[in-house]
């Protein structure tokens, strides 16, 4: 009998997608080859043990850059590698529920919250620092990756600011193993004027808030719109002393008055002018009538009464002015004159932005994804709310992407149904959510 050789049937056969059967004839194995193979496979076995080095986005890199300029040191853009780019930041909403952006305790407590895209610091109307909203996230970040497995998601979103992100990047950079756990994006607030038909002034202030920024390269638009707004105040108050000369207006007083900030103005701020000259008109008329000192009458006044109640509809429902002192039509006119208003059907506009503005800031930057903030709000100022917000997302030329559904600071006399129903005008846009935090603690 004749025994078929081993090496002829077996060991020289090798798998071939080319072939019926998966296997075709192949020559006996050179020594040289054996080398090749060796190597091929040694370094294999390297990439193995030593995984490839973490590649950080076109966007990062920049980020990182910014933050060299600003400190004068050399920042690795890896010690930002916790900062998400547009693509990353699509990805994880997408996988957000909504019970994981409710800011309550118990949830907080239970560690479902695990996501907020809307929160304000001290740099404009917010009441905590950088620092501390960084240091209460980084904390509850470690305790809801050691219990779930997330990491929490943010963004810090300012009005018309981007100072906050600016020292959140080089507080980042400064430790990146604190902030392991967090997945955070850069944003701002923007507020932008447009036409209003259900309110009684003829434009209204509505806000989106723009995600994906380099806040390095807003400066200039953020420092113009603060350019305009202090210089409208300035103007109104000089209208204002030429047609009331007797009675001392002053910036500095106004400002403490109504709690601005002086680095960075609201929007809007034609009426803490308006508010501020009628009170001060009617106290200094008051204080005549009655042979008081009228700064001393206007501070008494003031500081029985909360901000947001100084107004003259306020002192004369509570007494504090004779029933003949009324507003003076002067200073409603000249608010008039410096409020974004209609001409030829056109809006003018001296402190604010436009909608289109905003538009063509972002215009062909493929990181930036704009959301409308707390929808309901502009929605309430149309006649035809779907039909708006679905004409802004238009007008927006692709920017316009989602909605701040989720919004968890509406006033309780909100309708929740009537806030569902403005998020179901939109059911193609993607939804997020935020606490719109204010105050001086966050975590807390």
Not at 24 to 43: E, H, N
Not at 186 to 201: A, L, Y
Request: a positive charge; one cysteine or more.
């Amino acid at each position: 009998m004749k025994v078929l050789q081993v090496s002829n049937s077996v060991v020289n056969k090798s798998y071939s997608p080319n072939s019926k059967g998966g296997c075709t004839k192949k020559a006996l194995v050179s020594p040289s080859a054996i080398m090749v193979g060796g190597i091929i496979s040694a370094i294999a076995v390297h990439k193995i043990a030593r995984p490839a080095q973490k590649v950080c986005s076109e966007y990062v890199k920049s980020l990182a850059a910014g933050v060299s300029e600003m400190t004068g040191k050399k920042v690795n853009p890896l010690s930002l590698s916790c900062v998400m780019d547009k693509d990353e930041f699509i990805h994880q909403i997408l996988k957000i529920k909504k019970f994981n952006y409710n800011y309550t305790s118990q949830n907080i407590k239970n560690f479902g919250f695990q996501a907020d895209f809307h929160m304000h610091t001290i740099y404009t109307d917010g009441k905590i620092s950088v620092k501390k909203l960084l240091d209460e996230i980084s904390e509850y970040s470690n305790k809801l990756f050691s219990r779930t497995g997330q990491k929490f998601n943010f963004s810090i979103t300012d009005h018309d600011s981007v100072k906050a992100v600016k020292e959140a990047l080089v507080i980042i950079s400064e430790n990146p193993e604190k902030f392991k756990n967090v997945r955070f994006i850069p944003g701002i607030e923007m507020s932008f004027s447009h036409k209003s038909q259900t309110t009684s002034n003829p434009c209204e202030i509505s806000e989106v808030l723009a995600y994906g920024i380099n806040p390095f390269k807003l400066d200039k638009y953020c420092d113009a719109l603060q350019t305009k707004r202090s210089n409208t105040i300035d103007n109104m108050l000089a209208d204002i002393r030429r047609s009331i000369p007797l009675t001392n207006f002053d910036k500095n007083e106004l400002i403490k008055t109504y709690n601005l900030n002086p680095d960075c103005l609201m929007m809007n701020s034609h009426w803490p002018v308006e508010h501020y000259a009628q009170t001060k008109h009617a106290i200094t008329i008051q204080a005549s009538r009655h042979g008081k000192d009228p700064a001393v009458l206007y501070n008494e006044i003031m500081s029985k009464i909360d901000v947001k109640n100084r107004n003259m509809w306020y002192l004369k429902n509570n007494n504090f002015l004779d029933n003949d002192i009324n507003e003076t039509s002067i200073i409603s006119n000249v608010r008039k004159k410096y409020e974004p208003h209609i001409e030829n059907d056109k809006i003018v506009l001296q402190n604010e932005s436009s909608f289109d503005n905003i538009i063509d800031l972002f215009k062909g930057n493929d990181n930036v994804i704009l959301s409308f903030a707390h929808p309901y709000f502009t929605a309430m100022k149309f006649y035809n709310p779907k039909k708006a917000l679905n004409s802004f997302i238009h007008r927006s030329e692709g920017l316009l992407q989602i909605s701040e559904a989720y919004h968890q600071a509406y006033p309780k006399d909100v309708s929740p149904d009537r806030v569902n129903e403005v998020n179901s005008y939109m059911k193609h846009v993607l939804k997020i959510g935020g606490s719109d935090n204010h105050k001086n603690i966050y975590i807390g």
